[in-house]
């Protein structure tokens, strides 16, 4: 179940394929330069949004969680599309002076974030400096029970 407005909406993720079709619609919305934040604890569904925001991107994968690398770039598909810089900022929580930017910068990534669409995940407080435009998402999950409940809002 879903509920959907201009700037953002709410559903209840029953399936591991719900989340993906949650982020395969949000992924139609993004365009090169925009930021998503994926927030929730552990478990909660992050990297699996992040993989349906990767099929409606179409990028090459496979998208998996970037928890040791910090940051994958997945090249597009289709000349022209933006690529999708996954990251990951859980290694980075317990440095709360990080430098996002210098950090993404140092990883010599081969691709500019204005020409893609960045993926962070644990970024919540932090990724938003990299864009104007962000989309916030937050994935809880219900107790005792598989299911996850997202919320998600663009911010501008």
Same mark, same amino acid.
């Given at each position: 179940?879903?509920?959907?407005?201009?700037?953002?909406?709410?559903?209840?993720?029953?399936? =591991?394929?719900?989340?993906?079709? +949650?982020? &395969?619609?949000?992924?139609?919305? *993004?365009?090169?330069? /925009?930021?998503?934040? $994926?927030?929730?604890?552990?478990?909660?569904?992050?990297?699996?949004?992040?993989?349906?925001?990767?099929?409606?991107?179409?990028?090459?994968?496979?998208?998996?969680?970037?928890?040791?690398?910090?940051?994958?770039?997945?090249?597009?598909?289709?000349?022209?599309?933006?690529?999708?810089?996954? =990251?990951?900022?859980?290694?980075? +929580?317990? &440095?709360?002076?990080?430098?996002? *930017?210098?950090?993404? /910068?140092?990883?010599? $990534?081969?691709?500019?974030?204005?020409?893609?669409?960045?993926?962070?995940?644990?970024?919540?407080?932090?990724?938003?400096?990299?864009?104007?435009?962000?989309?916030?998402?937050?994935?809880?999950?219900?107790?005792?029970?598989?299911?996850?409940?997202?919320?998600?809002?663009?911010?501008?």
């Amino acid at each position: 179940m879903a509920e959907q407005g201009p700037d953002g909406g709410t559903a209840t993720l029953e399936r =591991v394929e719900d989340t993906v079709a +949650l982020g &395969s619609r949000l992924g139609e919305q *993004l365009r090169a330069g /925009d930021v998503v934040v $994926l927030c929730g604890p552990l478990g909660a569904g992050k990297t699996v949004l992040a993989k349906g925001i990767a099929v409606a991107m179409d990028v090459e994968g496979p998208i998996t969680s970037p928890s040791y690398v910090l940051a994958r770039v997945h090249r597009p598909r289709r000349p022209g599309a933006p690529a999708m810089i996954h =990251v990951d900022l859980y290694r980075l +929580l317990d &440095s709360p002076g990080a430098d996002l *930017l210098g950090e993404l /910068d140092s990883l010599d $990534l081969d691709t500019d974030l204005q020409d893609a669409v960045v993926v962070v995940e644990w970024g919540e407080g932090i990724a938003e400096r990299l864009s104007e435009r962000h989309l916030d998402v937050r994935l809880e999950r219900v107790s005792h029970s598989d299911v996850r409940l997202a919320t998600w809002r663009w911010a501008r």
